[in-house]
């Protein structure tokens, strides 16, 4: 079954490059480059989840939001703002409006496209019966257990998070900036270092398997099994 996205941007660059980048993870993707022709889109089908630039011509991107909330057949459609700004004001009107992530330009591909999945993977509650198996790991997001070689390995939260997205990406490099966002969301206390002393722990905690988290450039994280 095909996943739609629709990209509300008007910015004509941005807008090819997010549709090459979401076609390439396998959704099926719609554009609109005002709030006026978004909402065309949405009374021909509505998709699974809209992605809005929030400085549009005419009608904003938050206004667009106020729109879809108070429309019935649209009112459960996820929603991810793109914004350069990235005062914290903004991020809290985005959230308070039903927003259910935010953005602020620029930002990597790579990272918006971890943000639809995720997104679209809680507004399912496919983390409910998620189980990732990777050599002798085995991670169960609905239990949120782990076991490597059938024993059970006991995690943090945080912990358990950042190993789930990092396997969940076998082989993608995660820059530090995409983990916090992934795995830390809100949190405006976490920091690069954060993520490096939690994935020190998880590598301690995985014994012979926390190779597998490697290294990129000093930069990032990824899951590669040695």
Same mark, same amino acid.
């Given at each position: &079954?095909? *996943?739609?996205?629709? +990209? @509300?941007?008007?910015?004509?660059?941005?807008?090819? *490059?997010?549709?090459?980048?979401?076609? $390439?993870? %396998?959704? @099926?993707?719609?554009?609109?480059?005002?709030?006026?022709?978004?909402?065309?889109?949405?009374?021909?089908?509505?998709?699974?989840?809209?992605? /809005?630039? @929030?400085?549009?011509? $005419? &009608?904003? #991107?938050?206004?667009?939001?106020?729109?879809?909330?108070? *429309?019935?057949?649209? =009112?459960?459609?996820? +929603?991810?703002?793109?914004?350069?700004?990235?005062?914290?004001?903004?991020?809290?009107?985005?959230?308070?409006? #039903?927003?259910?992530?935010?953005?602020?330009?620029?930002?990597?591909? &790579?990272?918006?496209?971890?943000?639809?999945?995720?997104?679209?993977? !809680?507004?399912?509650?496919?983390?409910?019966?998620?189980?990732?198996?990777?050599?002798?790991?085995?991670?169960?997001? %609905?239990?949120?257990?782990?076991?490597?070689? #059938?024993?059970?390995?006991?995690?943090?939260?945080?912990?358990?998070?950042?190993?789930?997205?990092?396997?969940?990406?076998?082989? !993608?490099?995660?820059?530090?900036?995409?983990? &916090?966002?992934?795995?830390? #969301?809100?949190?405006?206390?976490? *920091?690069? !270092?954060?993520?490096?002393?939690? @994935?020190?722990?998880?590598? =301690?905690?995985?014994?012979? /398997?926390? %190779?597998?988290?490697?290294? +990129?450039?000093?930069?990032?994280?990824?899951?590669?099994?040695?």
């Amino acid at each position: &079954m095909t *996943t739609s996205v629709l +990209v @509300v941007e008007d910015d004509s660059s941005l807008q090819r *490059t997010i549709r090459q980048t979401l076609e $390439g993870e %396998g959704y @099926v993707v719609r554009l609109a480059s005002s709030a006026e022709d978004a909402l065309l889109e949405l009374r021909k089908a509505v998709p699974d989840l809209a992605v /809005l630039d @929030v400085r549009l011509p $005419g &009608m904003n #991107g938050f206004d667009l939001c106020r729109k879809i909330r108070a *429309t019935p057949e649209w =009112k459960a459609l996820p +929603v991810i703002f793109l914004t350069s700004k990235g005062e914290e004001s903004s991020r809290i009107l985005g959230l308070e409006l #039903g927003g259910d992530d935010y953005i602020v330009k620029p930002f990597s591909l &790579m990272e918006l496209a971890a943000r639809v999945k995720a997104v679209l993977r !809680r507004g399912r509650g496919d983390e409910k019966e998620e189980v990732l198996q990777e050599g002798s790991l085995t991670l169960n997001a %609905g239990e949120r257990t782990v076991t490597v070689d #059938g024993k059970t390995v006991r995690l943090r939260a945080k912990e358990f998070n950042l190993l789930r997205a990092l396997v969940q990406r076998k082989g !993608r490099f995660l820059s530090r900036s995409v983990l &916090m966002d992934v795995v830390w #969301g809100q949190d405006y206390s976490a *920091t690069t !270092r954060t993520v490096d002393s939690h @994935v020190y722990r998880l590598r =301690k905690h995985l014994g012979s /398997l926390g %190779g597998c988290i490697q290294s +990129v450039e000093k930069l990032g994280y990824k899951w590669e099994e040695e």
